[in-house]
């Protein structure tokens, strides 16, 4: 039956089958080497970049949020929450840039389900998914693009939140409130990977996105100190990760307490990474 | 890259006893088929029948519930990778991406098969110039026509010089020019001594392109053969002709059964149309159609020969018209999205 005479020994024989099963069985299937893996997560990057190119305007989201949230956020709530915090609308940019930089690793991570879900439904997975890669190398080649498109939507909240009174004085700790930003985001794309894959269009995968991100998002230190909010709300906020990224870029950034925040964030970072993961990469191997 | 199964000798695909189910659907209800190297395997049937989730689990996008398939002696179900290195896929979803300019398409294929750089560029500019997509290979497929489109799917599935080609349906949805462009690379594929999996709704197309021809319907083989004996078996071609005068065409009907002049069905009268539908097997027998018109005094305005339509073919083999498309399978579902 088997199409090379293998030399290797079969698990059959391993496992001291009977010699009739591994003349039956054929030789197992030859593995994919990690440069393997690199070359074709490479080219499926390359291929994700032409689409921006050949599409500018999927960036209009990673160019235009941060800028319109820095603004409306400084200027409409800027004043009257930099009072409760004891200062004004230059107390609260210290506040809520950092803020912001947790919202873009959890909006950029978004996009990621629904360009997923698009190649699905036109039939371009359907040629990966015949070609001898390692289903993997779809995913992450998604990923890495997507972390881009998160960098870009970083650099670009930076220079609006200099441009409204944001101080950088800290570029360590600048860069570390960045990376752990885009640990997370990473770890909530396989979350929309897993829902790109299984829900049957774009806009049910942003419609689900939605339904998880609001509650995470104004339920969070993000843009307002929770110490108003009601008890029960408070409990969920000391552990939304949103709001202890946010917390723990704060810390990095401006100064004052990073050590709680920063564990409680990468424990959700690894855990929902671990869960998630195995979960996408499945169901994108299974899916017919 | 391309390997054969020596000790197979001949014979690209086996398929033995293949079943899957979508819940109470059978997909594929114990299918068993052969295609031998350098050869065309017509699969012919209605929507539903099965087809593309034999394609798909053939392609190993799916796995089978039952039964055991080998692509040039590989298995799908244990050997995928290796199977894939050895296939090429195009058809009804797998398409090209649209938002790359054709060349990267073919490009990014050849990397994904493991071509080195420069081996993928030259691969990209050879299969380009060949299905003369020269001109448009900076353009985005989504400003390809339809035929350009199959064109550059064709040469995608090519990128890795595949021993067997799957052909899904690969003119469905496409004008009969459009659709005469495809045949004709198919056949210079074909010419390659490349094997191909044809599936179709088309008896037309199974026989333009077709040697060998499997017949399914609700996920069973109902028959299998040579297309010429196939053919003959179904009766060949049909006649239509036409008398001038319609108050003729019972007469001339009647008189053409009684004459016994026909393949295996019998005559049937179109009356929409004003013709009579004569099966035939021999150029012999229309000669005879005619002069026996001639002989009754009948004027006749015109005289046609179709292929026999796939209802025609499933009425004769099985007794009962191409089954409709059965209830809703994932296949089924996607098919509706896609077309």
Same mark, same amino acid.
């Given at each position: 039956?088997?199409a090379?005479?293998s030399p290797?020994t079969?698990?059959?024989e ?11 069985t054929?030789?197992? +299937? ?7 893996h690199?070359?074709?997560t490479?080219?499926?990057i390359?291929?994700n ?14 160019v ?6 820095t ?6 709530f800027g004043?009257s929450i930099g009072q409760?915090?004891?200062g ?17 690793g959890?909006?950029m991570?978004m996009g990621?389900g629904?360009?997923f879900?698009?190649d ?5 997975m +359907? ?23 998160m ?5 670009i909240l930076?220079?609006?939140g200099v441009?409204?009174?944001? +101080? ?6 600048l860069l570390a409130?960045v990376?752990?930003a885009?640990a997370f ?11 790109g894959?299984i ?10 996105g ?6 995470l998002?104004?339920?969070?230190s993000v843009f307002?100190?929770?110490q108003?909010m009601?008890?029960?709300l408070?409990a969920?906020t000391?552990y939304?990760p949103?709001s202890?990224l946010?917390?723990a ?9 990073v050590?709680? +925040?920063l ?5 959700w ?5 671990a869960?998630?993961a195995?979960?996408?990469?499945r169901k994108?191997?299974?899916?017919s | 890259m391309?390997?054969i199964?020596?000790?197979? %000798?001949t014979?690209a ?11 109470e659907?059978?997909a594929?209800?114990?299918v068993?088929l052969e ?7 017509g699969?012919? %049937?209605?929507?539903g ?11 190993t996008?799916?796995?089978p519930d039952?039964g055991q398939a080998? =692509?040039?002696?590989?298995d799908? =179900?244990?050997?995928p990778r ?8 195009t058809?009804?979803?797998?398409s090209?991406?649209e938002?790359?300019?054709?060349w990267?398409?073919l ?5 994904l ?7 993928a560029?030259a691969r990209?500019?050879?299969?380009l110039?060949r299905?003369s997509?020269? $001109?448009a290979?900076k353009r985005?497929?989504?400003t390809?026509s339809g ?7 064709l ?6 010089r595949?021993? =067997?080609?799957?052909l899904?349906e690969?003119?469905?949805?496409l004008?009969p ?6 045949? $004709?690379e198919?056949?210079?594929? =074909?010419?390659?001594?490349v094997?191909?999996?044809?599936t179709t ?5 199974a026989e333009?392109?077709a040697s060998e021809?499997?017949?399914? $319907?609700?996920?069973?083989v109902?028959?299998?053969?040579g297309i010429?004996?196939?053919?003959a078996?179904v009766g ?7 008398p ?9 009907a009647r ?6 002049i ?7 009268v179109?009356?929409?149309?004003g013709t ?5 097997l021999? $150029? ?6 005619v002069s026996?018109a001639?002989g ?7 005289v046609?020969?179709e292929?026999?339509?796939l ?6 083999l099985?007794?009962?018209?191409a089954s409709a498309?059965?209830d809703?399978?994932?296949t089924?579902a996607?098919q509706?999205?896609?077309v």
């Amino acid at each position: 039956m088997s199409a090379h005479p293998s030399p290797t020994t079969t698990r059959d024989e391993a496992l001291g089958a009977a010699p009739s099963a591994t003349v039956t069985t054929p030789a197992a +299937d030859t593995p994919i080497p990690l440069r393997g893996h690199l070359r074709h997560t490479g080219a499926l990057i390359r291929r994700n970049l032409l689409w921006i190119r050949q599409d500018p305007e999927s960036m209009f989201d990673a160019v235009l949020m941060p800028i319109v949230f820095t603004l409306l956020f400084v200027y409409v709530f800027g004043g009257s929450i930099g009072q409760a915090l004891g200062g004004g609308q230059d107390e609260y940019v210290q506040y809520v840039v950092p803020g912001l930089l947790a919202m873009m690793g959890m909006n950029m991570a978004m996009g990621v389900g629904t360009g997923f879900n698009q190649d699905f439904n036109s039939g371009v997975m +359907d040629r990966f998914r015949s070609l001898p890669i390692g289903r993997g190398s779809v995913l992450f080649a998604k990923i890495a693009v997507e972390l881009l498109r998160m960098l870009v939507a970083v650099a670009i909240l930076l220079v609006v939140g200099v441009l409204v009174g944001f +101080d950088i004085t800290n570029w360590g700790g600048l860069l570390a409130a960045v990376a752990l930003a885009a640990a997370f985001g990473s770890s909530l794309m396989w979350v929309f990977l897993t829902l790109g894959v299984i829900l049957k269009n774009a806009q049910s995968v942003q419609g689900m996105g939605f339904l998880v991100l609001m509650p995470l998002q104004f339920g969070s230190s993000v843009f307002a100190p929770p110490q108003s909010m009601p008890g029960w709300l408070q409990a969920f906020t000391d552990y939304n990760p949103l709001s202890t990224l946010a917390d723990a870029a704060r810390g990095l950034m401006v100064g004052g307490p990073v050590a709680r +925040d920063l564990w409680v964030t990468l424990g959700w970072t690894v855990l929902i990474t671990a869960v998630m993961a195995p979960i996408a990469i499945r169901k994108f191997k299974t899916k017919s | 890259m391309t390997r054969i199964d020596k000790q197979n %000798g001949t014979t690209a695909v086996t398929v033995r006893g293949l079943v899957k189910h979508y819940g109470e659907t059978k997909a594929l209800d114990g299918v068993d088929l052969e295609v031998r190297e350098g050869t065309v395997m017509g699969v012919l %049937g209605p929507n539903g029948a099965g087809k593309t989730t034999l394609v798909r689990i053939l392609s190993t996008l799916l796995a089978p519930d039952a039964g055991q398939a080998t =692509v040039a002696g590989y298995d799908v =179900v244990r050997q995928p990778r290796q199977l894939r290195r050895v296939i090429g896929l195009t058809g009804q979803y797998a398409s090209v991406d649209e938002k790359l300019p054709g060349w990267e398409n073919l490009y990014l294929i050849g990397r994904l098969l493991d071509l080195p750089r420069k081996d993928a560029r030259a691969r990209a500019d050879e299969l380009l110039e060949r299905f003369s997509l020269t $001109d448009a290979a900076k353009r985005p497929a989504a400003t390809y026509s339809g035929g350009m489109r199959r064109r550059l799917d064709l040469a995608a599935s090519m990128i890795g010089r595949p021993a =067997v080609l799957y052909l899904d349906e690969p003119t469905t949805g496409l004008d009969p020019r459009t659709r005469n462009e495809v045949w $004709d690379e198919v056949k210079r594929m =074909v010419g390659d001594g490349v094997t191909v999996l044809l599936t179709t709704q088309y008896m037309e197309e199974a026989e333009q392109l077709a040697s060998e021809l499997t017949v399914v $319907d609700r996920g069973k083989v109902i028959a299998t053969g040579g297309i010429e004996e196939l053919k003959a078996k179904v009766g060949g071609r049909t006649l239509r002709v036409k008398p001038a005068d319609p108050l003729q065409l019972r007469p001339l009907a009647r008189a053409l059964d009684d004459l016994g002049i026909t393949g295996l069905a019998t005559t049937t009268v179109d009356t929409e149309r004003g013709t009579v539908l004569v099966p035939i097997l021999s $150029d012999e027998q229309l000669t005879a159609v005619v002069s026996a018109a001639v002989g009754l005094g009948i004027t006749l305005s015109s005289v046609s020969t179709e292929l026999p339509s796939l209802d025609e073919v499933f009425l004769s083999l099985t007794g009962h018209r191409a089954s409709a498309p059965q209830d809703a399978t994932p296949t089924d579902a996607r098919q509706e999205v896609a077309v």
